[in-house]
Each structure stands twice: as C-alpha cells, then as structure tokens.
C-alpha cells in the first residue's frame, strides 16, 4: 500500500467541503467546495430546488480481487429526483456529490472513473427533502465537516446517516 492510498484510507488528506460534480456524465470533471462557503455555494450550483423522490443505499467492493462484499464494502446513497440522479458519499478523501441525468454515471462511477462491482439498491425509501432542505441537512450535522476515520466515522456511517435522515421511513444501518 502507498503512502497516497494509506493517507486516503486514513482521512490525513481529508477535504472539509464537497467534491461537486454538476454533470457526472461529462468528461468535466467537478469543483471542489470550500467549508466556510458550502451551503450557499452548493445550493447556487443545485439550482432548481427539486424535490428527491427516492433516497437507496448502494454498495460496492473496496478492492477489485474481492470475491465478496459482505464485510468489506463501501456505502454510498444514490437519491432520484424529477430531472436527475445524484450520487453523495465520503471517503478518505472528503464528501462528494455527483449529479448526472443518467443512473449508472452517478451509480457505475466515482469521480469519472468506475468503480468496483456495485450491489444494491440495498435499501430505499422515499424522500422527506427537496434538494436545499437536504443540503441544510448536512450543513446543519457534522457529517461533511467530520474528518473520515476508517473505523469510527467512514462510508457507511456516512451512508447510514444520509440514509436514516432523509429517508421518511425506513432506516439502514451498515
């Protein structure tokens, strides 16, 4: 293991904000957004304050020679609304967000690259959020803000938190 991928596994490059990537789709790539302006910054880039009508829980393999998922996996939430897919999750190397109008570029790929095999949805429920009432969500907890901690606060705590406050009724946890 790299001393790159040992500092991502264990959050010392952690980025406190959000990797948005408005158009998951493109070869655009995403911008990153600092802490002190997200809220704000974040709604301006979401736009159209659309209403989410499904929220699931995907999971995929941390490692490619995985044969299974069922320990070691990475948790991810995947929310539908009218007019696109977003995808939300936190790793090592911060929370991003994707946004595309087709499922399998927010689903089948992590900042323009795919990922490993990928299970789910695992859970779903339907939404209690527009897109700006969930931004405020996670502005409002310290999910975005808290350093990722391989053990103790990484993708599936994430997953189980966006999961449990969003959905309208049912919960998940990892």
């Known amino acids: 293991m790299g001393a790159c991928e040992s500092k991502r596994k264990t959050g010392k ?22 802490d002190y302006e997200l809220q704000k910054r974040l709604k301006e880039l ?21 044969i299974t998922s069922w320990i070691l996996y990475h948790a991810f939430v995947v929310l539908e609304t009218d007019n696109w897919w977003w995808s939300i999750e936190k790793n090592g190397e911060g929370v ?14 992590y900042r323009m690259k795919s990922r490993n095999t990928v ?3 695992i859970a779903e429920d339907t939404c ?18 808290s350093a ?3 053990l103790e606060n990484n993708c599936q705590n994430f997953a189980s938190l ?13």
């Open 13 to 34: 490059n952690y980025f406190r904000g959000v990797y948005f990537d408005a158009e998951a789709d493109s070869i655009k790539g995403g911008e990153l957004i600092a």
């Open 46 to 66: 979401i736009g159209i304050n659309e209403n989410i009508l499904k929220v699931s829980v995907y999971t995929s393999k941390l490692y490619g020679w995985q």
């Open 96 to 109: 991003t967000i994707q946004r595309s109008k087709r499922h399998t570029s927010v689903c089948e790929k």
């Open 119 to 121: 299970s789910g949805p």
């Open 128 to 145: 209690r959020y527009n897109l700006h009432q969930f931004v405020d969500m996670l502005y409002g907890s310290d999910a975005v803000y």
């Open 148 to 150: 990722y901690h391989l």
């Open 162 to 174: 966006v999961f449990n406050a969003a959905g309208s009724t049912d919960v998940w946890y990892p």
